[in-house]
């Protein structure tokens, strides 16, 4: 049995500013760390569950977070600059047959209230992301790529926005670990780890268990998506790559029956709208 796993950072146990989750910040180190535990805790679940082969995507920012000398001695990491990793979050999720995949320190969409650091992908750039005309963040279209791979999506966990989000779009059916309940953006009730990690890991387990129970996540064909970036500057960047149609002054569209290849398109798209030109070429 394969289980493919993707980390993010924003909904990991105890982490709740920016100054945990970025290399130049004075806390990063303390967010790795935590980081680095969520996910070992979810792999023991795994491993417990008689998981064969569990590949960890480091999935945050620069993709090369986690603490490799501290990992679980049952997986193996993809780590990585996001500039290597053409499908972003879900790199490798395509290198062999996964039986299943489980989300871990995932955080609730853009424009989402009561949440650590919501957001869509790349904050700095998307607005608002819409599959078929409904909004999404990262759990659902994650998910909904993943099942046009036919793996499905069994575990999150987060914030308790995150986990509400998650349920909405995959259903009750998946196990979920609720690590803390935000206050707002930069603060949250944070559970100790010593309560979210085994609970972590019985989760992992659990799951693996309900993986014939739990329906692929998957949008009516053809898919569109849309996205709704913050300047004009950036929607014409990524207008301009292949497989895009920018159709207003800050929206693009990729339209497609193949969300794999489909989120290939996005990400190249959204990695040139974080592209900033030197002034002068402004």
Not at 22 to 44: C, F, H, S, W
Not at 196 to 205: F, R
Not at 259 to 276: G, I, K, M, N, T
Request: net charge negative.
């Amino acid at each position: 049995m394969n289980v493919y796993v993707s980390v993010d950072m924003e909904g990991i146990t105890g982490i709740t500013h920016g100054d945990m989750m970025m290399i130049d910040q004075p806390e990063y180190n303390r967010g790795r760390k935590l980081m680095t535990n969520d996910a070992n805790a979810a792999v023991e679940g795994l491993v417990q569950a008689g998981a064969d082969y569990i590949l960890v995507n480091d999935s945050h920012g620069p993709m090369r977070n986690m603490i490799f000398e501290d990992m679980h001695s049952g997986a193996h990491l993809l780590t990585g600059s996001g500039d290597a990793k053409p499908h972003c979050q879900l790199e490798g999720a395509d290198s062999r047959t996964f039986d299943c995949a489980v989300l871990v320190g995932y955080h609730a969409m853009a424009r989402t209230r009561k949440a650590i650091h919501p957001h869509t992908i790349a904050g700095a750039v998307v607005s608002e992301l819409r599959i078929n005309g409904r909004p999404h963040g990262e759990t659902g279209l994650n998910a909904a790529v993943l099942a046009s791979l036919g793996i499905p999506t069994v575990m999150v966990t987060g914030d308790a926005t995150t986990i509400g989000e998650a349920t909405d779009f995959l259903g009750n059916e998946i196990k979920t670990v609720t690590v803390k309940e935000s206050c707002g953006r930069n603060a949250a009730i944070c559970r100790p780890p010593a309560a979210t990690l085994p609970e972590i890991t019985q989760a992992a387990k659990a799951a693996v268990g309900v993986r014939g129970d739990v329906k692929l996540y998957t949008p009516e064909r053809p898919q569109t998506i849309e996205v709704d970036f913050n300047t004009m500057q950036q929607a014409d960047r990524a207008g301009r790559t292949a497989g895009v149609d920018q159709t207003g002054p800050l929206n693009i569209r990729i339209e497609g029956t193949n969300l794999w290849e489909q989120y290939q398109v996005l990400w190249a798209a959204l990695r040139s709208a974080l592209y900033e030109p030197a002034v002068w070429l402004q």
